[in-house]
């Protein structure tokens, strides 16, 4: 029963994903082509629709809760998360915590991702054309990349929350192994729960948001799994999903945040310290008592999370049937996957060049950079060879 459980539910998932983006999202590459600041609004409001789906189908359907404690996220501020990297399905918990978190439950979270994650079918094609930062570990690149969103997002008077992995990768033993000869050699303590964070990325969003304006707070988020710890999308598709999910959030005022970079980096190293005396306290003691806080708000799924399970698997459903039941929707659906194929595979993905034609058509003459920057597009000289970072 745990695989017919966990693979019904990574089926509706994944699927849901893929079709929703070829019917719902790829229409609005229309809208891209027109207005920019039309596209990231419409854009923004249907992924924070969806994203109450993947929330249902954890707690409704698979009994997992999901439990708060600390600080709530104001989804108006412009800020960045930071958040401890336990396994690799943190990331899919996190959805569901964000919208219980955020008051309203409509939060404006863009992820800082690996560059591999935008060539997944479905999954990297939506977070493409929702405007998330990925990155290719390649600092040079990586800071033009973010730098360049960053800036856009200012342009636009949005506000997002950033959020941002410190620890570059998520806990095993392999990863504990090498941050902790990296902590002997530089004379830190060895950590047992979390990784000695990776702070050049962190110091560079902080730095550049404050330069730019843009940044309210950063709210510190820990997560851990008091019993059932899944590790990776195996354990999900044995249904190996935990009981309880536990997220304790800080928010820290810009206001309080050094401005220099090794403040920010020893800053950044003082959160990851309070993490590992947190969790080493939160697993010192029995599973049905672990708790990161004595405060711990148990929030009950709300009516709109069962409405978005009963309509978002219909619209599966319905686009499932156009697709292998009508000759327009198949050949639409193949047009549609091989346009996105082709970008993800060819381009730096949607997402930049959605800021390329904002650069090009909606910002007035002086605010575009001369040089090195054409019509939107940064160009790096490499001897006398001209090379184009972003298509």
């Known amino acids: 029963m745990g695989y017919v459980k966990g693979i019904s ?24 082509l027109i207005s920019r600041k039309w596209f990231r609004k419409a854009t923004d409001i249907i992924l924070s629709c969806w994203e109450m789906y993947p929330a249902s189908l954890l707690e409704l359907m698979m009994g997992c809760r999901i ?8 989804p108006d501020e412009s800020a960045i998360i930071i958040l401890n990297h336990r396994n690799r399905l943190d990331w899919f918990f996190l959805w569901a915590a964000l919208l219980h978190a955020s008051k309203p439950p409509a939060h404006r979270c863009k992820f800082v991702l690996k560059s591999d994650v935008r060539w997944i079918p479905g999954i990297g ?4 054309m929702a405007g998330f930062l990925f990155i290719h570990r390649n600092w040079e690149k990586d800071q033009e990349l973010l730098k360049r969103s960053l800036d856009y997002f200012k342009d636009l008077k949005e506000n997002y929350q950033i959020l941002i992995f ?22 830190l303590p060895a950590y047992d729960y979390v990784l000695h964070p990776r702070t050049t990325g962190f110091r560079f969003l902080v730095q550049q948001m404050q330069k730019n304006s843009q940044l309210n707070a950063v709210y510190d988020l820990t997560v851990a799994y008091p019993i059932t710890l899944p590790v990776n999308e195996t354990d999900i598709l044995k249904g190996k999903i935990p009981e309880e999910v536990h997220f304790n959030i800080c928010r820290h005022g ?9 403040g920010i980096k020893t800053w950044c190293e003082q959160r990851w310290a309070e993490k590992e005396a947190s969790l080493k306290k939160f ?12 405060r711990v708000r148990y929030d009950r799924p709300w009516n709109a999370m069962y409405l978005a399970l009963v309509s978002w698997t219909a619209v599966t459903v319905f686009t499932l049937y156009l697709t292998f039941c009508t000759t327009w929707g198949f050949y639409y659906t193949c047009f549609s996957i091989l346009g996105f194929v082709l970008v993800s595979y060819f381009t730096y993905g949607i997402q930049n060049f959605e800021i390329d034609l904002f650069r090009k058509y909606d910002c007035p003459p002086e605010s575009v950079s001369m040089g090195k920057e054409q019509n939107g597009y940064q160009i790096r000289e490499n001897g006398n060879k001209k090379e184009n970072l972003f298509v």
Not at 10 to 30: E, R, T
Not at 67 to 74: E, Q, R, T, V, Y
Not at 283 to 294: E, V
């Open 166 to 187: 410190p620890e570059g990768t998520n806990l095993s033993a392999s990863t504990k192994k090498k941050s902790n000869a990296f902590a002997e050699k530089a004379g």
């Open 67 to 74: 439990c708060l404690s600390g600080d709530d996220i104001n």
């Open 254 to 262: 810009v206001e309080t945040l050094p401005k220099d970079e090794e």
């Open 283 to 294: 697993y010192s003691i029995k599973p049905d008592d672990r708790r990161l806080s004595s």
């Open 9 to 32: 539910f990574v089926l509706l998932w994944y699927i849901g994903i893929i079709w929703s983006v070829i019917y719902i999202y790829a229409p609005f590459l229309i809208i891209l």
């Open 125 to 128: 094609w939506g977070l493409q």
